[in-house]
């Protein structure tokens, strides 16, 4: 891949990494620790516990996107997650905050907070959601999934997972473009577990080099989700050791950035899988 480099909020990141984005929930239904993080207060600490835990980014989220998950009104996620961004960045944050939304509204009220990057797991497909993106400046997440939460599970069909996922990734970096938003100003996200049965997100994981010839960085979200399940039987609360085998798998077939709730673990295993992925271009010579 050519080489990339993007700044968000205080910090440019550049090269293979890998970068750890931690995941904070302020929403009631979570799939993996919905209601744990609800008040604003808890969402702080949680935020700030991944920082020490060396987060890069933290993704503040206040609408669960699990299968069939309620949607939330624009109000309500912004009562969720604005009072986070604005108490982080008052209290001196130092690692740039994410807002995961798909809602302008809730865009534009967590940037003027002092959000500094969009994560949008339906890859701009609300083009008022673009003008946000666009008008502000800021980088954005485009992640690839199919309808929403509510029916994703039914648009799950593909004859070539990865293939197609690569195509409509190509469509919404032309999106963006026709909004303003330059590529260099994207990172792409294969969509883990969304509009994808758990057979097509290993596929997609083990495919995952095929993304590159879209020419930015890769974000992936392997973190507890069902497919760790589907090939272990382990639930929700015991995915850990099948999160990290995803974080180093992902890392290896050429992810750049994991968003994981577990960021001191995952932190490990994707800087041992890039030691063995460096390691793999043998001695540097001088
Ligand atoms: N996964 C989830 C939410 N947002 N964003 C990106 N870019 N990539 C992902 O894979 C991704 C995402 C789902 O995980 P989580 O936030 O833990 O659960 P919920 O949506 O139920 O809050």
Wanted: proline residues 6%; neutral net charge; aromatic residues 4%.
């Amino acid at each position: 891949m050519a080489s990339w480099s993007l700044r968000i909020g205080s910090r440019t990141f550049s090269g293979p990494g890998p970068f750890v984005m931690g995941v904070v929930n302020a929403t009631p239904d979570s799939f993996s620790d919905g209601g744990r993080f609800l008040d604003a207060g808890a969402a702080v600490a949680r935020a700030l516990a991944l920082a020490a835990e060396g987060a890069d980014l933290v993704d503040v989220g206040g609408e669960s996107t699990r299968p069939g998950a309620a949607p939330v009104p624009a109000e309500e996620e912004i009562r969720r997650v604005v009072p986070v961004v604005e108490r982080l960045v008052a209290g001196g944050f130092a690692v740039p905050i994410s807002v995961d939304t798909s809602k302008p509204e809730v865009a534009r009220a967590a940037l003027r907070a002092g959000a500094a990057l969009v994560n949008d797991i339906q890859g701009l497909s609300d083009p008022r959601l673009a003008g946000v993106v666009a008008e502000a400046g800021v980088p954005v997440v485009l992640m690839h999934m199919r309808g929403t939460p509510a029916d994703m599970r039914e648009r799950a069909r593909y004859d070539d997972v990865a293939a197609e996922v690569r195509d409509e990734l190509a469509e919404a970096l032309r999106r963006a473009a026709t909004a303003g938003i330059p590529a260099e100003r994207t990172l792409l996200d294969p969509g883990i577990g969304f509009a994808k049965t758990a057979a097509q997100s290993l596929e997609v994981l083990a495919r995952l080099g095929e993304l590159r010839t879209l020419g930015r960085p890769l974000l992936v979200g392997p973190s507890r989700k069902s497919f760790i399940g589907a090939a272990t039987g382990a639930a929700v609360e015991e995915r850990l050791p099948g999160t990290l085998a995803a974080v180093a798998a992902a890392v290896l077939a050429g992810a750049h950035f994991v968003r994981v709730h577990d960021v001191a673990a995952s932190r490990q295993a994707a800087l041992v899988a890039a030691a063995i992925r460096d390691a793999a271009r043998g001695p540097v010579s001088v």
